[in-house]
């Protein structure tokens, strides 16, 4: 059975205080690992999608990188808008639906 | 484009009742889905359809019903609303472009079911 675990739940950091969430997988076959970004009562927003491990995106203040056991989502330098619930899903191999963590919800206070 | 829309926003049912909740989707994506989320179980998904007229079950799809007639609309049918349905669904769509899929989300329907 496909799993994601997401560490820690919970992360509180001050502004500009850089550190690392930590998605790990166990998946028959990746497809692809997906990161989002969900604001309170709000719908997910797509960050990356990486495919193969070593692969890294980027984007602003956030670089996801993936492994062939997990991922990580460095936020480097973050501000208070950064804050929300980030959230990691996973795809086997055949097209099959996706598979999410439970979120690590990050506060970055000012 | 208007990108994923979900109708309605809120919704209070009682036990029994049954209700439709709305999604539409205006950027000609094949693949849909339907998922609920609960606090602490994450998003879970509930039906998905990869095109018109094809849909299959995810991971928890007892209590609903889904169809997919058209390209652009993916509506879920609770047909005896229970306690246990209290949720917040959220309605997807994606595409893939050379090899990488992206999802879009809706902004999520709040269900109350007393």
């Known amino acids: 059975e496909d799993q994601v675990t997401q560490s820690p739940e919970a992360l509180r950091l001050q502004e500009g205080e850089s550190s690392s969430l930590n998605c790990s997988y166990t998946?028959?076959?990746?497809?692809?690992l997906f990161w989002y970004r969900q604001d309170p009562g709000k719908g997910p927003e797509f960050l990356f999608t990486?495919?193969?491990a070593g692969e890294e995106k980027e984007k602003e203040r956030l670089k996801a990188t993936l492994t062939k056991k997990e991922s990580f989502l460095h936020i480097t330098a973050p501000k208070p808008e950064d804050s929300a619930t980030y959230l990691c899903a996973v795809q086997a191999a055949g097209n099959t639906p996706l598979v999410f963590g439970k979120g690590t919800r990050l506060s970055v206070i000012a | 484009n208007a990108g994923v829309t979900q109708t309605p926003k809120f919704q209070v049912l009682k036990t029994g009742q049954s209700m439709t909740l709305q999604c539409a989707q205006d950027?000609?994506?094949?693949?849909m889905s339907w998922y609920r989320q609960d606090p602490g179980m994450g998003l879970r998904l509930i039906h998905y359809?990869?095109?018109?007229?094809?849909?299959d079950q995810g991971e928890v799809p007892n209590g609903y019903n889904v169809s997919r007639s058209t390209t652009e609309d993916f509506p879920l049918r609770l047909l005896s609303a229970a306690p246990s349905q209290t949720s917040v669904y959220f309605c997807?769509?994606?595409?893939?472009?050379?090899?990488?899929?992206?999802?879009?989300f809706g902004p999520g329907t709040r269900l109350l079911v007393l």
């Open positions: 950027m000609n994506h094949e693949y």
């Open positions: 359809s990869v095109g018109a007229g094809i849909t």
């Open positions: 998946v028959s076959g990746l497809r692809g």
């Open positions: 997807a769509s994606s595409y893939w472009d050379r090899g990488q899929e992206t999802q879009y």
């Open positions: 990486l495919y193969s």
